[in-house]
Structures are given as structure tokens and as C-alpha cells.
């Protein structure tokens, strides 16, 4: 049997950003809100903590949320630097919890740990070790292990418990009393649910398929065979390690001198520190190849006499 790991950070972008400004970030206690444009209308797009304690939601007109809440910092979301910053947080678990890992957007990160939790000393440790790690680090984060990503994605989200292990074969039982929303379908089909007094996944999962197929399409029935029953797989693509960054010097004749090779790996070290910047990355190790294709012994012999 699979498991799947969801990994999710509610309030991924304004942790973010707050990671970011380091000391310049506005206090905890103080409200913070990003916005950006839908369509033509300015609006919030996501709010910390402190900000949804005082009953603020995304959605919501920018000049709205200033009328309504007069201490409110708003500052410009960033919603390419969230999505980048979730593919390097993945690749970052890819290489310590387990090799699927994938971005679940816009607040998260999925992992298939199948047979890699014994590494962790099992599942419930792992979860917790998850959630330290970024709390560390500054990021609020709630994870679930179960059978399927559609599952483990709805408990993180509409669960209460920041870390859950479902049992495996117990996932039509925990998602029974969560909400249909969980389900990641449409706002459409959530709006004709509760028109038909459906509000909840169990009572959904025992209606009839036909008249929920010729009413809404066949959207309700697939995903309660990929989250609830585990009938229809659902792929985790996982993220691609960028290429490293490399940088050379060619030769038109061999060199064998150590005071003209360190020369030249000083101008590269340089050029490499350029590279690192543009991808704001840094390095643990770096690897010096000198490799002379093209040459025979004789030629190299030749050119480290002279």
C-alpha cells in the first residue's frame, strides 16, 4: 500500500516574506496582508495569523481591508517568488525524507514516503521531525501521512490535528466527516452539493454515482475514487534538481605549470560567484576538474617540460 505524505503550510507566502526582512519584518502581533491584482480589482491574496485573528480573508478589496483595519501592513505578493521558493523547499526534502517529492500549490509540498519512514524511525516521528524543521525555520506547518495524496492533502487543509497518521485502510472513515471542499472540486459542484443539502464527504460517498454523474459530470465520482477509496491513482511528478552551476576555461595547448592552472581557477572562482547570485544559491563543495581531451602523453610531456 502507497503513503503519501501532505505537507502543508497555510501561511507559506507571509512566512515568507517575513523570513525574508529578517529583522525589518513587522512584529508577530502586527497584521500583515499581501495583495495583487484579480482581473482588474486589487485584492488580498494571503494574510498571516494575526491578520485572520481580527476575522481578515483573502478575497477581500485592498481599500476595504485598509477601511476596515486601520494598523493592517500591506505589502505586494509575490507569487512567483512563493511558487520558486516551494520548488527549492522540495528539492531540499527530496534529499533528506524521501526521493518523490513534489510542489502541491499554492501552500504546500506532497511526498511519497512509501517504505521510507523506517528511515525516519517510522511515520508518526517522521511527521513531527517535518514539522519541527520548519518551525525552525520560521514557517508554520501541519502534515499528514495516509494512503492516497487526495486524502493526505483534505486532512492537512480541513483536519484540526497538526500531524495525523491515517491507518492504512482507514481513509473513507477520516475523510467521512470533513467537507466537501476537501475534495478540491470546483466551486460549481460545492454550490449544487449544498443546493441537494450535501455538505460532508461520508453522506456524498454513499449517494448513488448515476445521478451524481448525470447532475455534475464525472469530477465528483473521480475524486472520491482517488482521496476516499484509493481506486484511481493520482501521479506525483516530483521536482528536478537544477544543474549546477559550472563554469570552464579551454585551452589551445595544454598547460602544466600550478601557478598558471591556480591563476585560472581564481578568474573562474569569480565568474562562479556570479553564477551562484543570479539563483541566490550558495556552496558546500565544489569539484576542480583539469582534463586534457585531445592530447597525447607525448604533447603533455612536451608542454609540462617547457
Same mark, same amino acid.
Given at each position: 500500500m502507497a503513503r503519501v505524505v501532505s505537507l502543508y503550510l497555510p501561511l507559506w507566502p507571509t512566512d515568507r516574506i517575513r523570513k525574508r526582512l529578517g529583522k525589518d519584518a513587522p512584529a508577530p502581533e502586527v497584521p500583515l496582508a499581501l495583495a495583487g491584482r484579480e482581473g482588474r480589482r486589487r485584492i488580498v491574496l494571503s494574510v498571516d495569523l494575526a491578520a485572520r485573528k481580527l476575522g481578515l480573508r483573502s478575497g477581500i478589496p485592498v481599500a476595504k481591508a485598509q477601511a476596515l483595519y486601520p494598523d493592517l501592513v500591506l505589502m505586494d505578493a509575490d507569487p512567483d517568488g512563493d511558487r520558486l521558493g516551494l520548488e527549492k523547499l522540495a528539492l531540499w526534502f527530496q534529499h533528506r525524507i524521501a526521493p518523490i517529492v513534489a510542489v502541491d500549490a499554492p501552500d504546500g509540498l506532497v511526498l511519497d514516503t512509501t517504505g521510507a519512514d523506517h528511515l525516519h524511525g517510522g511515520e508518526l516521528p517522521m511527521l513531527k521531525d517535518m514539522v519541527h524543521r520548519m518551525a525552525g525555520a520560521g514557517f508554520r506547518a501541519k502534515a499528514v501521512v495516509a494512503d492516497t495524496w487526495g486524502a493526505a492533502h483534505a486532512i492537512a487543509r480541513y483536519g484540526r490535528a497538526p500531524i495525523a497518521v491515517v491507518p492504512s485502510g482507514g481513509t473513507a472513515s477520516a475523510l467521512a466527516d470533513l467537507p466537501v471542499e476537501a475534495l478540491r472540486l470546483p466551486d =460549481?459542484?460545492?454550490? %449544487?452539493?449544498? =443546493?441537494? *443539502?450535501? &455538505?460532508?464527504? %461520508?453522506?456524498?460517498?454513499?449517494?448513488? #454515482?448515476?445521478? $451524481?454523474? $448525470?447532475?455534475? @459530470?464525472?469530477? /465528483?465520482?473521480?475524486r472520491l475514487d482517488q482521496e476516499a477509496f484509493g481506486r484511481i491513482g493520482e501521479a506525483i511528478v516530483p521536482v528536478r534538481p537544477v544543474d549546477p552551476v559550472a563554469v570552464s576555461r579551454n585551452f589551445a595547448e595544454p598547460i602544466g605549470a600550478a601557478e598558471t592552472i591556480? +591563476?585560472?581557477? *581564481?578568474?573562474? /572562482?569569480?565568474? $562562479?560567484? !556570479? *553564477? $551562484?547570485?543570479? #539563483?541566490?544559491? @550558495? /556552496? #558546500? +563543495?565544489?569539484?576542480?576538474?583539469? &582534463?586534457?581531451? @585531445?592530447? =597525447? &602523453?607525448? !604533447?603533455?610531456?612536451?608542454?609540462s617540460v617547457l
Open positions: =460549481t459542484i460545492i454550490d %449544487g452539493l449544498a =443546493t441537494l *443539502g450535501v &455538505s460532508h464527504i %461520508g453522506p456524498l460517498a454513499a449517494m448513488p #454515482r448515476a445521478p $451524481l454523474a $448525470l447532475r455534475f @459530470g464525472p469530477d /465528483v465520482a473521480r591556480a +591563476r585560472y581557477i *581564481g578568474r573562474l /572562482v569569480l565568474l $562562479l560567484c !556570479q *553564477g $551562484l547570485d543570479e #539563483r541566490g544559491q @550558495g /556552496v #558546500r +563543495r565544489l569539484d576542480a576538474e583539469i &582534463s586534457q581531451k @585531445g592530447c =597525447t &602523453s607525448g !604533447q603533455i610531456m612536451k608542454k
